[in-house]
């Protein structure tokens, strides 16, 4: 999915409605943007990430190890980020 925003001179980027209910995105929650490359990605705040991967779980089939180390993974490059 794609839909085109506009900057604003202050930096500002209203998040298409149809993206921000694809991503259950309300009005005061965070977002964290990541950079790859020349690309960003947008990120929801979750409450409880390894809920989220457990709930997550039962649409993909991860084993609760192969689980632990995508966490151990994301700690390691938000680490790298938040320098």
């Given at each position: ?16 409605k ?16 990541q950079?790859k ?12 990430p390894?809920?989220e991967?457990r ?8 084993s ?20």
């Open positions: 999915m794609s839909e085109k925003a506009t900057v604003t001179k202050k930096g500002q980027v209203t998040i298409p149809k993206i921000r209910d694809k991503l259950g995105l309300e009005e005061g929650m965070k977002v964290t943007f950079l490359g020349k690309e960003a990605i947008l990120l929801p705040e979750v409450e409880n390894l809920q991967l709930e997550l779980r039962k649409e993909v089939n991860f609760e190890e192969e689980i632990q180390g995508m966490i151990e993974e994301s700690k390691e490059e938000w680490s790298k980020i938040s320098r």
